[in-house]
T-cell receptor, first 114, second 111 residues
Framework: DTAVSQTPKYLVTQMGNDKSIKCEQNLGHDTMYWYKQDSKKFLKIMFSYNNKELIINETVPNRFSPKSPDKAHLNLHINSLELGDSAVYFC?????????????FGAGSRLTVL | KQEVTQIPAALSVPEGENLVLNCSFTDSAIYNLQWFRQDPGKGLTSLLLIQSSQREQTSGRLNASLDKSSGRSTLYIAASQPGDSATYLCAVGDSNYQLIWGAGTKLIIKP
């Protein structure tokens, strides 16, 4: 069973469209994250939710809106897609235990905006 | 502002060699440091986690060291195998559980 699963794995779309990437974890973790990996392979944190509550919101355009319907899911919705949004987006989770900083990552979702 | 650098960006070695990957960070006030492996299409796998109070961690053929005062960590891979080919990422963690990442070292082990 996949611990952290993201869908879709690949997404090709036109500029200006709205799209969503879904993430689900079956580990019982309390905290979930979205990271963006750019063309230079740098991973940058975008959002973090703890038990459905937003706790980290880095400087990300407000076209990006995370939604956490329950603590096992953290979806990423992107409005009015731009060329610069092309990247691999990683979802991750970790248990809410003091000192536990080991993240479990999904396989990534490669978004290509044309 | 913390910055993480990994050198070299790419490395190709024959199978069986021992090798060292380097990671440096600019702010020594870290919570911990992790080494990850990234395989295409398979996401990221955490390899080793070193807490700020520790000097090294070992898992199988992997050994990671941490020298906070000099802002350095190394990942030592013994007796490399073709299956070790991947991109290796170093990430520094702060007390807010945020990770600051290096750009990675792409490792190719030639059979």
């Amino acid at each position: 069973d996949t611990a952290v699963s993201q869908t879709p794995k690949y997404l090709v779309t036109q500029m200006g469209n709205d799209k969503s990437i879904k993430c689900e974890q079956n580990l019982g973790h309390d905290t979930m994250y979205w990271y963006k990996q750019d063309s230079k392979k740098f991973l940058k944190i975008m959002f973090s939710y703890n038990n459905k509550e937003l706790i980290i919101n880095e400087t990300v355009p407000n076209r990006f809106s995370p939604k956490s319907p329950d603590k096992a899911h953290l979806n990423l919705h992107i409005n009015s897609l731009e060329l610069g949004d092309s990247a691999v987006y990683f979802c991750a989770s970790r248990p809410h235990i003091s000192g536990a900083n080991v993240l479990t990552f999904g396989a990534g979702s490669r978004l290509t905006v044309l | 502002k913390q910055e993480v650098t990994q050198i070299p960006a790419a490395l190709s070695v024959p199978e069986g060699e021992n090798l060292v990957l380097n990671c440096s960070f600019t702010d020594s006030a870290i919570y911990n440091l992790q080494w990850f492996r990234q395989d295409p299409g398979k996401g990221l796998t955490s390899l080793l986690l070193i807490q700020s109070s520790q000097r090294e961690q070992t898992s199988g053929r992997l050994n990671a060291s941490l020298d906070k005062s000099s802002g350095r960590s190394t990942l030592y891979i013994a007796a490399s195998q073709p299956g070790d080919s991947a991109t290796y990422l170093c990430a520094v963690g702060d007390s807010n559980y945020q990770l600051i990442w290096g750009a990675g070292t792409k490792l190719i082990i030639k059979p």
